[in-house]
C-alpha cells in the first residue's frame, strides 16, 4: 500500500483551518471575548421566504407515496436546469440544458472536474488565489505557472504570450481580491486560450453581486468562450445555500479535446461518482430563480452591499489603501503600520477581537494585504468598524 505522495507536498493546514485554530486558542485563555468573525466568507441572512416555501413543499411531496422521488438525474432534475437555462438566456447567453449540470456547490466541481485531466497538463493561476485552486492540483500532481495579479494591474493579470498553459483559473469578481474583468479583459483571455488551446476554468460564484452593467458576469457573454471555457457557480452567496449546498456547472458541447466532447466527460464522471443533489434541495434552488425569489434575494445582497459600504467608509476615514466592495462581498486592504497579513491578523485578534483573513494564505502576493467579508450583520460589521477606528486613532497617536 503506498499513499498519494503529493499530498504531503501541501501545506500543513487548509488557511481556514489556521485560522480557527489561532481564534480557538485566543478564546481559550479569553473565554468571553466579543469577537466578531468577518474572516471566512460565510452568509449570515437566512434563505429568503420563497426557498424555504418551496423546500417545505418538496418535503410533503418526499412524505406522500403518489409524490415521492427516489434517486434522480445526477445532471440535475429537468425544472432547475431549465430555470438555470433561462436566467443564462437573460444575459444573451444562450445553452442546452444538457450543458447544465447541478452539483453540492462550485467548490466540489471545480475541485472534481480535473479529473477530466491529463496530471501533465500546465496549470495557469493567478496570485493571489482562492486555495482551492492550488491544492487540487498539488493533490494530482500538476506543474503550476503564477500569474502576477498586483496592485499595478488592479489585481486583473493579463495573459502573457509567451506563457504556455493548458488549464487556466479566473476567478471574476476575483475571491480574495474584489477585482472584475471587463469583456475587453475576458476577450484577451478567451483569445489566449484558444491560442494555446487551452480549457479557461471560469469561477462565477461571485457574478450576483456585480452592480456595474458593464461588467460580464458570465465568461460565455464573450464570443468564443464556449470553445475553451468551463463555468462554475454557485447559490452559496446568491442565495444564502452556503448550508443548503446547491451549485451549477456548465460545460459546452463545443468544448472538445480533439474530437472528444468535454461535456460528456463530465457526464460519464458524474454517473459515476456522484449520485446528484437531493430533490428537496434542488426545489428549493428553483425557486432561486423565480420572479419572488429574486426579488428577496435581491434584498439580502443589498444587505451585504450595504456592509461593504460600512466597511469602506470606515477604512477611508483610517486612511487605509483597498481594493473591491463595490462588484464584491470582499474587501482587500493594504495592511496598515508596516505590517504583514498574518501580523495584522494578530493585531486585530488580540487588540479588537476581529477576525479577518491574513492575505499570505491567498499566495505570495498577498502577504501584505487582508480581506475583510461583507456577510456579517449591520451591527456586527458597524461595531467592527468602530473598534478599528479607534485602534487606527490609538495608532496614530502613537505615531
Known amino acids: ?85 433561462k436566467y443564462y438566456e437573460e444575459k444573451n447567453v444562450f445553452i442546452d440544458e444538457d450543458e447544465i449540470f447541478i452539483s453540492d456547490g462550485a467548490k466540489s466541481d471545480i475541485g472534481n472536474i480535473l479529473d477530466l485531466f491529463s496530471q501533465n497538463n500546465c496549470v495557469l493561476i493567478p496570485d493571489p488565489v482562492y486555495p482551492v485552486y492550488v491544492d487540487t492540483n498539488i493533490m494530482d500532481g500538476r506543474k503550476i505557472v503564477f500569474m502576477n495579479a498586483s496592485e ?89 445555500f452556503t448550508g443548503t449546498r446547491c451549485g451549477y456547472t456548465v460545460v459546452p458541447h463545443a468544448l472538445k479535446c480533439g474530437d472528444t466532447e468535454f461535456n460528456k466527460l463530465w457526464l460519464r464522471r458524474q454517473t459515476t461518482k456522484f449520485n446528484g443533489v437531493s430533490y428537496i434541495v434542488q426545489r428549493g434552488a428553483e425557486a432561486v ?49 508596516g505590517l504583514e497579513s498574518w501580523e495584522f491578523f494578530d493585531l486585530l485578534l488580540n487588540e479588537i477581537c476581529v477576525v479577518g483573513t491574513p492575505g499570505a494564505g491567498f499566495g505570495e502576493n498577498g502577504k501584505d494585504y487582508f480581506r475583510l467579508t461583507a456577510f456579517s450583520t449591520h451591527e456586527k460589521t458597524a461595531e467592527a468598524m468602530e473598534r478599528l477606528k479607534k485602534l487606527a486613532d490609538k495608532k496614530s497617536k502613537k505615531s
Not at 49 to 63: F, I, K, Q, S
Not at 198 to 211: C, G, R, T
Not at 306 to 321: Q, Y
Request: glycine share 8%; hydrophobic share 40%; charged share 25%.
Open 152 to 240: 499595478e494591474n488592479g489585481f486583473l493579470p493579463m495573459p502573457d504570450a509567451s506563457v504556455d498553459a493548458d488549464i487556466i483559473y479566473i476567478c471574476s469578481p476575483n475571491n480574495p481580491t474584489g477585482a472584475a474583468y471587463d469583456r475587453k479583459g475576458l476577450s484577451e483571455w478567451v483569445k489566449y486560450a484558444k491560442s494555446k488551446n487551452a480549457v479557461i476554468l471560469f469561477d462565477a460564484a461571485y457574478e450576483a453581486f456585480i452592480a456595474d452593467d458593464g461588467l460580464p458576469g458570465s465568461i460565455f457573454e464573450i464570443d468564443g468562450a464556449k470553445e475553451c471555457a468551463i463555468e462554475f457557480c454557485s447559490l452559496s452567496k446568491t442565495a444564502g
Open 289 to 337: 430563480f423565480s420572479e419572488t425569489g429574486r426579488k428577496q434575494i435581491k434584498e439580502n445582497i443589498d444587505y451585504y452591499r450595504k456592509n461593504a459600504s460600512i466597511i469602506t467608509d470606515a477604512l477611508d476615514e483610517c486612511g487605509i489603501k483597498y481594493f473591491g466592495g463595490k462588484n464584491s462581498p470582499y474587501i482587500w486592504l493594504k495592511c496598515p503600520w
Open 1 to 85: 500500500m503506498n499513499i498519494n505522495e503529493n499530498y504531503l507536498k501541501l501545506k500543513a493546514s487548509y488557511l481556514f483551518s489556521e485560522i480557527a485554530r489561532r481564534v480557538n486558542a485566543y478564546l481559550a485563555e479569553h473565554k468571553d471575548a466579543p469577537i466578531i468573525r468577518m474572516g471566512i466568507g460565510d452568509v449570515t441572512r437566512p434563505l429568503v421566504p420563497a426557498v424555504t416555501e418551496a423546500m417545505t413543499r418538496a418535503v410533503a411531496e418526499m412524505g406522500c407515496q403518489e409524490t415521492f422521488r427516489g434517486y434522480g438525474d445526477e445532471q440535475g432534475y429537468g425544472f432547475l436546469r431549465a430555470a438555470v437555462k
